[in-house]
């Protein structure tokens, strides 16, 4: 058995066509890598081991070496099945190339979820400089010191220091902004409203100034309405502020299909779009389970398995008692400034302002993307549905009157 990931795709594009062998496993992620590149995938051929003597390219057959077995080579570590740019085995201590690197990012809040999101971003190993911004005396320096210590644990090199304002942390490439009050027992998103509006609203126009040419990714709840705000206050063009849930909703869906399927989540795809919260739309058309239709795997669990990923949030801040989610927030933040520093052409989730696509416009919805070193590089039009693409629009008119709402609330 073979794992078959992006770089396998990728060598096979010039002949247009990869041959599987029975057993072989191929990641959703090089699946998708396959249809934009147009490269054919043809499954199920005889076994085959490719050893040192045999490992040559023929009949646009990519070798492959195979896992475990007598006469295989040393097995490798399998990128594709680590988190996209994680440190793995065989790469700890390597240099990542300058040209690969951006100058700063900025996490204002330097909570749970800042925290996280510094560390991840901390481990590519893709930052120059990271800084923690939180107006509590000490806590992003105090933050700041604490991960450094773990720079030897995790093979970094990235410089992390704290301060208690934007202008401080200086001109930013990207800044993630989880600054706000988190949703305690009881409370739903749209009550942090007012609460959060000022703190987001300040602080976004403090970002706009201080780094002009930069790219916010929000975090805040209520996140569509958030971002919408964020937009306005900085200043900064739409395409330059993003919302981070659907890749938050989209990993919480993986997460429980797999518990259902008896699979690793890595093996489930599927997009979490609309809203963050009540209107949250998850297209059947687009879920899959391994090769399968989520739906055929799941069957009758598929609409609770949604439902469940929909109001994990609520679920999770019910089980702390006080708090909210704050790992996995974190972690898809990163992830989302990690796309975009690596141009990388994936397809995900996040919180965008769309000029028509899908029948919608002038609105922050969740939509699938692709981002680039400046932000939204690209919507992606899925083959969606009559009834997945009324519940996209009707999710986007909720938002619409939401943030029409908050508006009135905020005499603008």
């Known amino acids: 058995m073979s794992v078959i990931g992006v770089d396998a795709v990728e060598d096979a594009s010039a002949s247009g066509r990869l041959v599987l062998a029975r057993g072989d496993r191929m990641t959703p992620l090089a699946r998708d890598r396959a249809a934009e590149l147009g490269v054919e995938i043809v499954e199920g051929v005889a ?12 009949d646009g057959i990519v070798p492959r070496i195979a896992l475990g077995g007598p006469g295989a080579l040393p097995s490798p570590p399998v990128p594709a099945f680590f988190r996209r740019g994680a440190p793995f085995p065989g790469l700890r ?5 300058s040209s690969s690197r951006i100058p700063r990012v900025t996490v204002i809040g330097a909570g749970n979820v800042g925290t996280h999101a510094a560390m991840r971003l901390a481990e590519t190993d893709l930052v120059d400089e990271i800084v923690l911004v939180d107006v ?14 773990a720079a030897g ?17 200086g001109r930013a490439d990207y800044t ?15 009550d942090l409203t007012a609460t959060n509006a000022a703190i987001v609203g300040d602080l976004a126009a403090a970002v ?12 805040t709840n209520p996140l569509d309405e958030m971002t919408e705000l964020a937009w306005r206050r900085s200043g900064l063009p739409p395409a330059r502020v993003v919302g981070m849930a659907g890749l938050l909703d989209s990993s919480r869906f993986q997460a429980l299909a797999g518990i259902v399927a008896g699979v690793r989540a890595d093996g489930v795809a599927g997009l979490a779009l609309g809203s963050h919260g009540d209107e949250m739309v998850f297209p059947a058309s687009q879920a899959r389970i391994g090769a399968d239709a989520a739906t055929a795997r799941l069957s009758d669990r598929f609409a609770a398995t949604v439902e469940r990923a929909r109001d994990s949030g609520a679920e999770v801040v019910g089980l702390l008692g006080k708090g909210s989610a704050f790992i996995t927030p974190g972690l898809a933040a990163a992830r989302m400034v990690e796309h975009m520093i690596r141009a990388d052409g994936s397809v995900l989730s996040a919180t965008v302002r769309p000029r028509g696509e899908y029948g919608i416009a002038d609105v922050y919805v969740g939509l699938p993307v692709r981002l680039g070193r400046h932000g939204l590089a690209e919507i992606v039009n899925l083959p969606l549905d009559a009834e997945e693409t009324a519940a996209l629009r009707a999710a986007a008119e909720k938002i619409r009157a939401r943030v029409g709402e908050l508006s009135s609330s905020a005499g603008s």
């Open 93 to 97: 201590g390597r240099t990542v190339p």
């Open 47 to 58: 076994d085959r081991v490719i050893g040192p003597a045999s490992s040559t390219v023929s």
């Open 153 to 169: 644990l995790l093979g970094f090199s990235t410089r992390i220091r704290g301060e208690a304002t934007v202008e401080a942390a």
């Open 208 to 219: 706009g100034r201080v780094s002009p040419e930069g790219v916010i990714v929000v975090v």
């Open 176 to 190: 993630i902004m989880t600054a706000g009050r988190p949703r305690q027992p009881g409370m739903s998103r749209t």
């Open 136 to 149: 509590v005396e000490g806590l992003a320096r105090g933050v700041a010191l604490d991960l450094t210590h």
